[in-house]
């Protein structure tokens, strides 16, 4: 089995009842507890954990597909599709089975009799082979919903760090945000703490990113000017069909996603991702495959490496490069804004990541790792901002992400003297290095403190899954 997506319990159910026995996938969010208890039952085999354009492309090397099973909302007799909002990775998977005698079968909503009442067509019927029409309209998951009650001070400060030590000196305008209250917190300072530093139009104009709520006031203030999404999410059609001058929408209103073409995007044409991971070694390798857990990467791996092909120059791009050199290449900024413990509490900060255990005991050649600690080029955590690519050793790497470890065992065995000339040389910036004053870093800052805060700035047109909603 090929799923980008590991999504639902019935995924699974497949190879419980030994209906398949291999996996090749992406993502497991959810299911990630139940994918390492059936490896660990000896009723799954992991053939390899791809990022999302690493698997679409094998799609067409090794990986051809013999049957695509896709979702749609509505087809016409001949076939057409209309995929609307969440279009994502169909036609990446099913071009793969289409043009390679394959069979491709849709599962739609509805069946409409006259191809004009399809809203637009995404997928020609030539490519399709079968249409079904199910008994229920398809599951989506808001996965990229943040609730802003859930963000802490400590996001907070971290954020408004990030934002003056990050954001605003290198001027970076174009960038993707993981999934998380990190970078949520990130957002809902722009309209306020980002007012505040003068640096609206300067930063955060072009994003590469699934469309977050918590990007709605930002959006409203004028920060942004372009989203490309990833795919849709749950509860914010309305509010994109409003937005065209935004986000990228067909005549009909609804966005056209393309989980292919947007992260290819967010590989090469960004200048900044800013993730989370929930564990990260010395040297600043991260993952988050931990025992007992196997979530896969998503897009993390593709956006959070720096692309060797990439040529087009940014001053952002440009201003990692160390020392002048004509030959030199730029180097696109990957930060990772991890608090020191995760919940539990769980170190994050780790001598030996969970992964290679994993591994070996998975029978997988390599440690999975979500994004190698060479391509990060900052650290941020409530301690401060570790600029690793500023280091000019491996030994002053380690140092400097032990800096921002926190009472980790790694922060622990911090040498004090290094950590005082690391601070000097402005290689590591603590909050009172950036003027910054945690006891102000608070949830007053937030442009949004609720989700019904989130339904105003957009006017109403935004409307929340129900269990988001406490009216």
Known sequence: MIMPSVSLPEHMDLFEKGIAKRLDFSYAGSQSLRIAQLLEDGQLEIGAIHTYVELYSRLYVDLIPNVVLVAAYAADREGNLYTGPSTEDTPALLEAAAFH???????????????????????????????????????????????????????????????????????????????????????????????????????????????????????????????????????????????????????????????????????????????????????????????????????????????????????????????????????????????????????????????????QKAGLPLAPVMIYGDDVTHVVTEEGIACLYRAESLEERKALVASVAGITDIGMAADPAVVKKLRFEKKLLRPEDLEINPAKANRSLLAAKSIADLVEWSGGLYNPPAKFRSW
């Open 101 to 359: 005698d394959g069979v491709v079968i849709a599962q739609v909503n509805e069946i409409v009799d006259d191809p004009k009442d399809l809203k637009r067509v995404d997928i020609p019927g030539s490519w399709v082979d079968y249409v079904v029409k199910a008994d229920r309209p398809f599951f989506i998951e808001p996965l990229f919903t943040r609730d802003p009650r859930q963000i802490k001070d400590a996001h907070i400060l971290m954020a408004m760090m990030a934002l003056k030590g990050i954001y605003a000196p290198h001027e970076v305008e174009s960038l993707n945000h993981g999934i998380g209250f990190n970078t949520a917190a990130v957002e809902l300072l722009l309209p306020t703490f980002g007012e505040e530093l003068g640096i609206k139009g300067k930063v955060c104009r072009h994003w590469c990113l699934n469309p977050h709520p918590t990007l709605i006031p930002a959006i409203e203030s004028g920060w942004v000017k372009s989203v490309h999404c990833f795919g849709g999410e749950l509860g914010m059609e309305d509010y994109i069909a409003a937005r065209p001058d935004v986000f990228f929408t067909g005549p009909d209103g609804s966005m056209r996603s393309n989980r292919a073409f947007c992260q290819m995007a967010g590989q090469y044409a960004v200048d900044m991702f800013v993730g989370s991971t929930l564990q990260m070694d010395p040297l600043g390798n991260s993952s988050t495959v931990t025992r007992g857990r196997l979530a896969g990467f998503g897009g993390a791996p593709n956006m959070g490496h720096d692309p060797h092909g990439r040529r087009h120059p940014t001053k952002a791009w440009l201003e990692m490069i160390p020392k002048p050199d004509p030959v030199a290449r730029g180097k696109k900024l990957v930060v990772q804004m991890v608090e020191t413990f995760q919940a539990g509490p769980k170190p994050t900060f780790v001598e030996t990541l969970d992964a290679v255990p994993v591994a």
